[in-house]
T-cell receptor
């Protein structure tokens, strides 16, 4: 399968703490994207990192990409209750017209 | 508000009914997608359209029939569904297809329950 796999499946932290989620994939990619989904809603794009980039920041988000290990991590710093959601990585492989999503990490931030 | 709308937001139907899901994007994108999201499973891509032409059909049963009359509208026609088809159906659009640094914009989804 070309799908990304997120780890852990679920994560619960206190407000103010940092949250780290990981994504592993199997094929070479053009880019990797992270999305957030609030319960029962559509996905919202957070950040895109290209295959030739190693790290990218956006506000409280930091994404790293290690193409040699075929893995990525999403770090959310100083978490807030509003960050409670599911987080998905999506891989854009070098072939085909599809993006491949994993099962997601469910993050709960306790106020 | 992502610029992608879906109607209805909730749908309950019997196995013999025929219904349609509608998706509209106001972003001027060329590609549109249908995904199925079931509990504890990866997001499943169903169909991809690019410039109104279907480019991907991921072995979706024929009881799901997509229609893309123009680049802004996408429909999913449903008939003789099964209870296991109950899921959240998400529509998405992007400027171009995968491979072009394109992000996808998702609608809020239609929660479908098949009785």
């Amino acid at each position: 399968s070309q799908q990304g796999e997120e780890d852990p499946q679920a994560l619960s932290i206190q407000e103010g703490e940092n949250a780290t989620m990981n994504c592993s994939y199997k094929t070479s990619i053009n880019n990797l994207q992270w999305y957030r989904q609030n319960s029962g809603r559509g996905l919202v794009h957070l950040i895109l990192i290209r295959s030739n980039e190693r790290e990218k920041h956006s506000g409280r988000l930091r994404v790293t990409l290690d193409t040699s290990k075929k893995s990525s991590s999403l770090l959310i710093t100083a978490s807030r209750a509003a960050d409670t959601a599911s987080y998905f990585c999506a891989t854009d492989p070098n072939t085909g017209n599809q993006f491949y999503f994993g099962t997601g990490t469910s993050l709960t931030v306790i106020p | 508000e992502t610029g992608v709308t879906q109607t209805p937001r909730h749908l309950v139907m019997g196995m013999t009914n025929k219904k349609s899901l509608k998706c509209e994007q106001h972003l001027g994108h060329n590609a549109m997608y249908w995904y199925k999201q079931s509990a504890k499973k990866p997001l499943e891509l169903m169909f991809v359209y690019n410039f109104k032409e279907q480019t991907e059909n991921n072995s979706v049963p024929s009881r799901f029939s997509p229609e893309c009359p123009n680049s802004s509208h996408l429909f999913l026609h449903l008939h003789t569904l099964q209870p296991e088809d109950s899921a959240l159906y998400l529509c998405a659009s992007s400027q171009g297809l995968a491979g072009g640094q394109n992000e996808q914009f998702f609608g809020p989804g239609t929660r479908l329950t098949v009785l």
